[in-house]
């Protein structure tokens, strides 16, 4: 099958690639093309952006959650016959293994990539020739294919650096991205801000878009992108049976941390999901079957949070009443007795016999393992992958919490377990992704058609 496809990377994170992946997504799709957008690694914020930006989807690639063959026939499944962009994380050749095997660099290679490099070049001008030369001599079967230069600092900027380019190396410039404050994003403790709390955005993605497109030669993007070899056609997907259990969701600008492959997984094992605001829902939707509250940045809006007592209520009462449910990291916190940021603080949903308080540091991050303990509703006791990304901590913790999974690697709640069990409900700081060798979706789904049943 065909389709057209880049890899735009890095040397290194903070080089403002997912600014120039936004503004190149907004404005090829002014101009039409159908887009696939794709992030590496586990990032739930810069997908948002990707997908205000192209209009669809954005779907995450991560070696830590699926096998080279799943990952490849996963891409083609979902990539677009017109184009696509997939945007790394961190460097080229950033990876947590040594030998590059889960890195950038491996991505591009698996999927046959053309690479397009984002250079920071604020306080270069020479020096960018033995960079690029470097990174195309460590890996020859890595192609890169063109470079972007970015928060440049003016025409003469740009054209010393064009010219040591074209003296040392062989790779075209595409394009000249200078500084620009309307091309800032603001950052956080877990990295960008979200698109929803970004104010104006349409208007805001549009005009990030106008200036990377003026900055960068889209046609030679898309020559780039149509030299990548042919893949291998996916396997048909099954057929989406009828629904026959419904999942209040939780999707507001405090939770918003969804896999949108893990929510269509939801609807191939037959669960409608029916979103709810925490901000403005007085009770959760009627007739449901179960409960998922993702991840985000509650600790943003505890005053809100707080004020929708009557919500609070219904969900604790639900809980407390046996309705499965399940709550990622943002989810936990909001179940707690109650969520502190600094000097703001407020009540909770309150079934977690915990108060969540926010920290300088982060209190877990990056790639976990874990499995789950005999008390896990349901779970294999395989062990699994993960990943977590949290400041938060819980404190004045009940001594009696059940917890359903033990953890091997990172620190989930308190550094040897994760998945606290209050009812049927769980919750647990770690991020799960649905995928063959952990279908947590089908096993969550599985475990409410027995309660149902029960």
């Known amino acids: 099958m065909q389709a057209p496809r880049f890899l735009i990377s890095a040397a290194h994170k903070s080089s403002g690639k997912t600014v120039i992946a936004t503004g190149l997504a907004a404005a090829l799709a002014a101009r039409g093309v159908a887009l696939g957008a794709f992030k590496k690694g586990p990032d739930y914020i810069d997908p948002m952006w990707l997908s205000a930006a192209s209009g669809q989807a954005c779907y995450n690639l991560d070696f830590n959650t699926m096998a080279g063959g799943e990952l490849a026939a996963f891409f083609a499944s979902r990539a677009s016959g017109e184009l696509n962009l997939i945007e790394a994380n961190k460097g080229l050749y950033d990876g947590m293994a040594l030998d590059g095997s889960d890195s950038n660099a491996a991505l591009a290679r698996l999927l046959s990539l053309p690479v397009v490099l984002v250079i920071d070049c604020n306080g270069m001008t020479r020096g960018i020739a033995p960079l690029l030369t470097g990174y195309q001599a460590f890996d020859p079967q890595v192609h890169i294919a063109g470079v972007i230069l970015n928060k440049v600092g003016g025409p003469r900027h740009e054209e010393k650096l064009r010219a040591a380019v074209a003296e040392y190396t062989d790779i075209p410039v595409i394009g000249a991205v200078y500084r620009n404050p309307a091309l800032e994003i603001g950052e956080r403790h877990l990295g960008l801000t979200t698109p929803a709390e970004s104010g104006e955005l349409a208007a805001r993605i549009a005009r990030i878009g ?140 309150g079934v977690v016999a915990a108060d969540a308080v926010m920290h300088p540091r982060p209190q877990g991050r990056g790639y976990a393992a874990y499995h789950d303990m005999p008390s896990h509703p349901w779970g294999t006791g395989v062990a699994q992958k993960a990943h977590e990304f949290h400041y938060a901590r819980l404190e004045s913790t009940d001594p009696g919490l059940t917890f359903a999974r033990k953890i091997t690697r990172g620190h989930g709640i308190d550094g040897a377990h994760d998945g606290v069990l209050v009812h049927n409900a769980l919750a647990g700081f770690i991020h799960l992704r649905s995928s063959r060798g952990l279908p947590w979706v089908s096993d969550f789904v599985a475990f409410l058609r027995r309660c149902k049943a029960a």
């Open 210 to 349: 106008e200036i990377v497109g003026a900055s960068v030669e889209l046609d030679a993007l898309l020559a780039i992108a149509a030299s990548a070899p042919p893949l291998a056609a996916p396997p048909a997907a099954p057929a989406v049976p009828a629904p026959d259990l419904r999942i209040a969701i939780a999707r507001d600008q405090a939770f918003g941390f969804y896999y949108p492959d893990d929510l269509e997984a939801f609807a191939a094992a037959g669960a409608e999901l029916v979103p709810f605001s925490t901000f403005t829902d007085p009770a959760l939707p009627p007739d449901i079957d179960g409960l998922f509250i993702g991840g985000g940045f509650p600790e943003m809006f505890i005053p809100e949070l707080e004020a929708n007592s009557t919500l609070r209520a219904d969900i604790r009462a639900r809980i407390e009443s046996g309705l499965p449910a399940y709550a990622e990291c943002g989810g936990l916190m909001y179940l707690c007795r109650s969520i502190r940021h600094g000097d703001v603080a407020g009540d909770m949903v």
